[in-house]
């Protein structure tokens, strides 16, 4: 065997014996035969030491190379397999308290969100759009918001790389991307169990189970986990529990390793069927005022006018939901990865296939209202391909080059679902017949069509001990296509079709026609640092990244109330720019006990991606239309200064310590979508006060120049200032169960652990609102404490999260004559709490 293809055996099979660090903790085990010993015995050194340290030294990946997060001239964060498993991280959103300007908002499948610096993408559901963060699990590049739908279990490290991504990582990003890689198949065999009890109920079950199926040739690894408890929001209607746990999950793994290649095999599955369909609580009737002052017509006096009813609660917690149904999510993937030598080089090609199928089952309304349900069933495959060659790592010239390509196909079917107060309400009339809309489907069929495919290089050149040079290119060219018809299920008369373009404003049957655009976009990379010692490391970046296009598959005709075609929305919208500026320094001091990171950015995005409101066009009336669409806002800005850190001042203490200052600001934003109180109807223009007297309602507001808040274009609102600090503390208790007998001789260790998560005060409506609404600054704070083996066989914790039991509310925005106010909780809002229980079996 050569020199080459043992240094290949030997890197694999290093990360190889690594894998039960996730659920063991320990040292990693030496492999059988005499020469993985002997291997074993060169990889020790540090993983000795990181055995007993509670913060680890984890490696990232996020150029494609094992390096320490210390090592990279980026701002990337890292949280490593023992605090994951330690702090119970196993969620999306679990990790932004341990991660600057990372907050992703995570509320039911379809409208996931993550988001670094304040951007995320378009929030709120947009089927043909892509995420401005990207998420990258085991080399996968996942493409749909719903894939970030999961328990991320098993982990090896779960990495935030800020800024745009492209020239090594899957997929163009615009602001960043999420790299998690989960362990590996080991030829050590080992089972783990964990079982996990707390308050609403909640049952958690964690199988692992890894070992070898042919001796130092293929191992094998699965994961199953079961999570099961009740909602902490009750439906007075009817009792059901909202925002419960109810999900499980599997993955397999296979692991085959020669003398000069690895192959690995990887499939998964998540099922879950929950309430996560209730994430919008009512909270109060609509404005008294429009903005000009004229009287505004209460949602609650539309209630009793229309249809006769009252307002039974506008108590977010205590909704009356009408015809609620759980919300089906399933994803599957299979994936497989071939590492193979060529002279000292690597080649390494990544298969892969997704599916994501969702079927909500939406409410017809609250107050025991029974009106209408929106919602959509959502498809998607993704198939891609990754092909990378890399030199090897500690050269003069470090390189990788490859090509990347995907197709996907998404097809988003909403259905308006017409209850038997339907015809009342959109009629505007008590005594309309039920049967006009009563048991219709309005449908949408609306399809997206990716096809990508790129070519990248990156090399990083060692100028000297001192100086290094990281440059890197990306040239992608895509082909993208959607379409979207509408039309009534269950129609059996003109009247109903009439009523049905009462209730939708005018829409019934269309088709927009397949369309097509292809686009080819560069992204590239230049990033200089310098190595002032082995303690001080200065480095700067330009990086540009560019995201595909939009496609609406919720594209409409625009008509006016007498039926008149006015024009169609845009069906593919123009790609995203983004061009980023870092500069930061990363430093250890006192021996690598205290790490101090800081890095500073400045990032203009052109063409920014949102959802937008058309009112070019007016009704016959004068009345501008009002329709939502997917567009572009010429230039947003973020800049800020991010930090990050972790000391330990005595033996077996460390405190941690992150933060961002932020400011997320409209640059070019001429068009804005008023807010609701600024949209008065034509018969309050009379009603106007001072300068609005006889004024119409505006069509646009600038928005240039103000802050990114809540309430406008589906963005979530970034706090200006945030914080994270802990600490996790081990410490020795010896033998203290030994006076139970002689299996009870193994030394124990109390361990504990803290973080608080500190967030400024955020504005969730519009900055122009005359109701300005705000989320008052708030901390969240986790803790536990426990025993644990000094072989970590046993272990038993006792855990609360949220301990003040913060409610923590994401958007708000006041309701209109047709809809009560509303607010959207934060996941995981209550505190919970409980025990875990761990054993290792084997």
């Avoid at 890292?78 to 994951?84: E, S």
């Avoid at 123009?574 to 980023?580: A, I, L, R, Y």
């Avoid at 999260?801 to 106010?821: H, I, K, M, Q």
């Amino acid at each position: 065997m050569g020199s080459s293809d043992y240094a290949l055996r030997k890197r694999l099979l290093s990360s190889v014996r690594f894998a039960p660090l996730a659920l063991m903790g320990g040292v990693a085990a030496g492999l059988l035969s005499a020469e993985r010993c002997a291997l074993a015995e060169d990889a020790q050194p540090a993983a000795a030491a990181a055995a007993s340290a509670q913060v680890e030294d984890v490696k990232v990946t996020a150029r494609q190379r094992e390096e320490k997060a210390q090592d990279v001239p980026l701002p990337v964060s890292v949280v490593g397999p023992k605090t994951q498993e330690r702090e119970r991280l196993e969620r999306m959103q679990d990790f932004a308290q341990k991660v600057p300007n990372f907050i992703p908002s995570i509320n039911n499948p379809r409208t996931s969100a993550m988001s670094i610096r304040g951007i995320s993408g378009i929030s709120g559901g947009a089927d043909g759009s892509e995420s401005a963060v990207g998420l990258i699990v085991d080399n996968v590049f996942y493409t749909h918001v719903g894939f970030q739908w999961a328990d991320f279990v098993d982990l090896q490290s779960f990495e935030v790389a800020r800024g745009p991504q492209g020239t090594l990582l899957g997929k163009n990003t615009t602001v960043g991307a999420v790299v998690i890689r989960t362990q590996l198949p080991s030829f050590v065999r080992s089972a783990t169990y964990e079982q996990i009890f707390g308050n609403y109920n909640r049952f958690i079950e964690k199988l692992n189970v890894t070992g070898p199926i042919i001796d130092d040739k293929l191992a094998g690894r699965v994961t199953f986990y079961f999570d099961k408890g009740d909602g902490w929001i009750q439906n007075q209607f009817n009792g059901q529990k909202l925002l419960d746990n109810n999900r499980w999950g599997v993955r397999g793994q296979l692991l085959y390793v020669g003398d000069n290649f690895t192959d690995r095999l990887i499939f998964d599955r998540l099922r879950s069927d929950e309430y996560n369909n209730y994430g919008n609580g009512a909270i109060g009737d609509s404005f008294p005022l429009w903005a000009n002052g004229a009287p505004a017509r209460l949602y609650s006096q539309n209630l009793a006018s229309r249809l006769h009813w009252p307002v039974f609660s506008f108590d977010p917690y205590k909704p009356y939901l009408t015809r609620l149904g759980k919300l089906d999510q399933r994803t599957h993937g299979l994936s497989n990865e071939i590492n193979y030598t060529i002279g000292e080089n690597t080649l390494t090609a990544v298969s892969a296939w997704r599916e994501f199928v969702l079927h909500p089952r939406n409410s017809t309304g609250n107050n025991l209202t029974d009106i209408s349900s929106n919602a959509y069933d959502v498809y998607v495959d993704q198939y891609s391909h990754e092909t990378r060659l890399a030199s090897p790592s500690g050269q003069t010239l470090e390189w990788t080059v490859g090509n990347y390509n995907l197709y996907e196909k998404i097809w988003s079917y909403n259905h308006v679902d017409y209850g038997s107060q339907a015809n009342q309400w959109f009629q505007n009339n008590f005594n309309a017949s039920p049967y006009g809309l009563w048991g219709l489907e309005y449908r949408n069929d609306g399809k997206a069509r990716t096809f990508s495919t790129a070519l990248f290089a990156q090399a990083t050149w060692h100028i000297d001990e001192q100086w290094a040079l990281t440059f890197g290119l990306r040239d992608t060219f895509e082909i993208r296509g959607g379409s979207d018809f509408g039309w009534i299920k269950g129609i059996s008369s003109v009247n109903q079709i009439a009523a049905v373009k009462t209730a939708t404003g005018g829409t019934s049957y269309f088709d927009t026609g397949g369309q097509e655009k292809s686009n080819n976009s560069l992204s590239g990379l230049l990033n200089p640092s310098y190595r002032y010692n082995e303690n001080v490391m200065v480095y700067s970046s330009v990086a540009r990244g560019e995201k595909s296009g939009a496609i609406n598959t919720q594209a409409l005709p625009i008509l006016d109330s007498a039926g008149n075609f006015k024009a169609w929305q845009p069906l593919i919208t123009k790609p995203e720019t983004s061009w980023d500026y870092e500069l930061g320094a990363k430093t250890n001091w006192l021996d690598g006990k205290l790490i101090l990171n800081a890095n500073f950015y400045w990032n203009d995005i052109y063409n920014f991606q949102s959802i937008l409101v058309n009112t070019d066009y007016t009704d016959v009336t004068g009345v501008p239309l009002r329709k939502n669409f997917l567009g572009n806002i010429g230039h947003v800005r973020l800049r800020g200064f991010e930090w990050d850190g972790r000391w330990s001042p005595i033996e077996r203490l460390w405190l941690t310590f992150s933060g961002a200052l932020t400011e997320a600001r409209y640059i070019d934003y001429a068009k804005a979508a008023p807010p609701q109180e600024w949209t008065w109807p034509a018969a309050a223009n009379a009603g106007g006060v001072g300068i609005f007297a006889g004024l119409p309602a505006p069509g646009y507001i600038s928005l240039s120049g103000m802050p990114i808040t809540g309430g406008v274009s589906g963005n979530n609102p970034v706090p200006r200032v945030s914080f994270n600090v802990g600490y996790n503390h081990e410490y020795p208790l010896g033998a203290i169960f030994s006076d139970f007998g002689p299996s009870y001789q193994v030394p124990v260790t109390l361990f504990s652990y803290a973080n608080a998560t500190w967030r400024d005060k955020t504005q969730l409506s519009s900055p122009v609102s005359i109701y300005p609404i705000f989320q008052p600054a708030y901390a969240l704070v986790n803790a536990g404490v426990g025993l644990k083996t000094e072989d970590e066989t046993y272990s038993a914790n006792l855990w609360v999260r949220n301990l003040l039991d913060e409610r923590v509310v994401v958007t708000e925005a006041f309701g209109s004559p047709t809809a009560a106010s509303t607010l959207t909780f934060a996941a995981d809002n209550p505190r919970t709490y409980g025990v875990t229980l761990r054993v290792k079996l084997y």
